[in-house]
């Protein structure tokens, strides 16, 4: 269904986002990407191939023939390279914090913070990942209702006790907003119940649990453990969190559907935050972010049974 509009809402349990498209209506919808797909095929069809060197081959060559000129070029076209890769990167760690704000402000009762580590060095995401499912499983199937987002982190690459350097790096280790946790929360009970899970359920080293206390976004409070180890090498092509498939989704309204909410449940909040920016593709946009007060029934109003999800 193609879809023209110039004005967006994303919920995300009480937390809302709002943009204004002041200079062009968005097109959405399927038709166009997949026009986009057919033209893209046929041009490649169509362009005769031409025979390119890859960029081992070309500073090989000018290694040996020692051009100056060559050399100057092949430096500029590494440092331009260099740099469309770290943009891409900041777009991608930008793009996967925005999603998980989203789903912890659409997931309030995940009110327990879970650290996990490991008691034996672990610096390879492959092998963490492996325990860290067996973990998901066990828990799972104990308990049917245990719902969670976790996100990993890097321990430091040296040793605090010593100092020295670790060749391969710090281990691994998994932060997790979930609805499981102690119900005597006294100092003496946490502790206790921390070293029952951790022989019983986790099986690989140390917990931590602390229940989240009222905070407003919780979703960017959490994002603050995705910072610079998201550029860690060892990150380069993995996933940046893990989440259980039952959580609710942010919604997505648009054009007179989004209008119709924010009349009725948003437009009497003062914004939290307000920016505007521009892209070639988006034009200038308006953006405000809201936090509803929490009797507000945003997600029991009626006539929203058919809004979109976003993934």
């Excluded at 390879?124 to 049917?144: C, D, G, S």
């Excluded at 407003?216 to 180890?229: I, Q, R, V």
């Excluded at 039952?246 to 119709?260: C, M, N, V």
């Amino acid at each position: 269904m193609i879809e023209l509009y110039d004005f967006k809402l994303i919920i995300s349990g009480k937390e809302i986002e709002v943009y204004k498209y002041k200079e062009k209506k968005i097109l959405r919808g399927y038709e166009r990407r997949k026009r986009k797909a057919v033209e893209e095929a046929e041009a490649e069809r169509t362009e005769p191939e031409k025979e390119q060197l890859t960029a081992e081959e070309w500073a090989e060559i000018v290694e040996e023939w020692g051009c100056e000129e060559e050399k100057e070029k092949l430096h500029r076209e590494q440092a331009k390279q260099r740099e469309e890769q770290t943009q891409k990167t900041k777009f991608s760690i930008c793009r996967t914090r925005t999603n998980i704000r989203r789903l912890v402000n659409a997931n309030p009762h995940l009110n327990q913070f879970l650290t996990l580590t490991f008691n034996f060095s672990v610096p390879t995401l492959e092998k963490a990942n492996r325990l860290f499912h067996l973990f998901i499983m066990r828990m799972t199937k104990a308990f049917p209702g245990f719902q969670y987002i976790c996100v990993n982190e890097f321990q430091g690459d040296r040793n605090f006790r010593t100092g020295e350097l670790k060749p391969e790096g710090g281990s691994v280790h998994y932060h997790l907003l979930c609805n499981f946790g102690p119900k005597d929360t006294s100092k003496e009970a946490v502790f206790a119940w921390e070293r029952k899970f951790a022989v019983k359920w986790w099986r690989n080293g140390f917990v931590k649990i602390v229940p989240v206390q009222q905070v407003t976004n919780l979703g960017a409070y959490f994002c603050k453990y995705l910072s610079k180890d998201m550029f860690d090498k060892r990150m380069f092509g993995k996933k940046k969190f893990f989440c259980s498939r039952s959580l609710q989704r942010p919604i997505e309204l648009t054009g007179d559907k989004a209008l119709r909410f924010f009349e009725k449940f948003v437009k009497s909040t003062q914004p939290v935050f307000e920016k505007t920016f521009s892209s070639e593709y988006t034009g200038e946009v308006n953006y405000a972010a809201y936090s509803l007060q929490e009797d507000t029934p945003v997600m029991e109003t009626g006539g929203y049974a058919d809004q979109e999800r976003t993934s």
